[in-house]
T-cell receptor, first 114, second 112 residues
């Protein structure tokens, strides 16, 4: 196991609601990246936090937002949920920025929007 | 556990045979590549990486080949074992960016 944990494991939300997903990074890691993985597809980069600051963002709308805390754990918030937001949400932590440091992925949170 | 993909391309190999998984990448500026393995219910796991100044890199039972001319990457697994059954993704990255772009994935199924 990687030491990266995510909560909850699964959750079901209704369209229009808001959701917060949590990631606890591996000890000593200061960088967290979030990915969305739709069924049957590869992960898509949402954004990254490095030392509590956003450090890069993929092609996702502003209703996807995040935070990184002083202990380097992180949250992903999604507002105004849409059916297409149903996916596995992965976080990955590392000691620093790629490609110098390897990313370690958590097991993911499966979000279902009905 | 979670299913990581229901309609992925599938490669079926006999236990003990060698496997070759291919990946075409799109960005000619990409200079760093990773192969990941994803088992059901788990996040992607790093297997091996390669930078664009190399054509080949070997690890334990795995070899990655990079052909920049045709923007093609392959992962070779020697003596494939049942534990190798998983979905395999290539990921590319350019210019020290943090946005890794993942390919669509290939499901490897090892037959007894």
């Amino acid at each position: 196991e990687t030491g990266v944990t995510q909560s909850p494991t699964h959750l079901i939300k209704t369209r229009g609601q808001q959701v917060t997903l949590r990631c606890s990074s591996q000890s000593g890691h200061n960088t967290v990246s979030w990915y969305q993985q739709a069924l049957g597809q590869g992960p898509q980069f949402i954004f990254q936090y490095y030392r509590e600051e956003e450090n890069g963002r993929g092609n996702f709308p502003p209703r996807f937002s995040g935070l990184q805390f002083p202990n380097y754990s992180s949250e992903l918030n999604v507002n105004a949920l849409e059916l297409d937001d149903s996916a596995l949400y992965l976080c990955a932590s590392s000691f620093g920025l790629a490609p110098d440091y390897e990313q370690y992925f958590g097991p993911g949170t499966r979000l279902t929007v009905t | 556990g979670e299913s990581v993909g229901l309609h992925l391309p599938t490669l079926s190999v006999q236990e003990g045979d060698n496997s070759i998984i291919n990946c075409a990448y799109s960005n000619s500026a990409s200079d760093y590549f990773i192969w990941y393995k994803q088992e059901s219910g788990k996040g992607p796991q790093f297997i091996i990486d390669i930078r664009s100044n190399m054509d080949k890199r070997q690890g334990q039972r795995v070899t990655v080949l990079l052909n920049k001319t045709v923007k093609h990457l392959s992962l070779q697994i020697a003596a494939t074992q049942p534990g190798d059954s998983a979905v395999y993704f290539c990921a590319e990255n350019a210019n020290y960016g943090q946005n890794f772009v993942f390919g669509p994935g290939t499901r490897l199924s090892v037959l007894p």
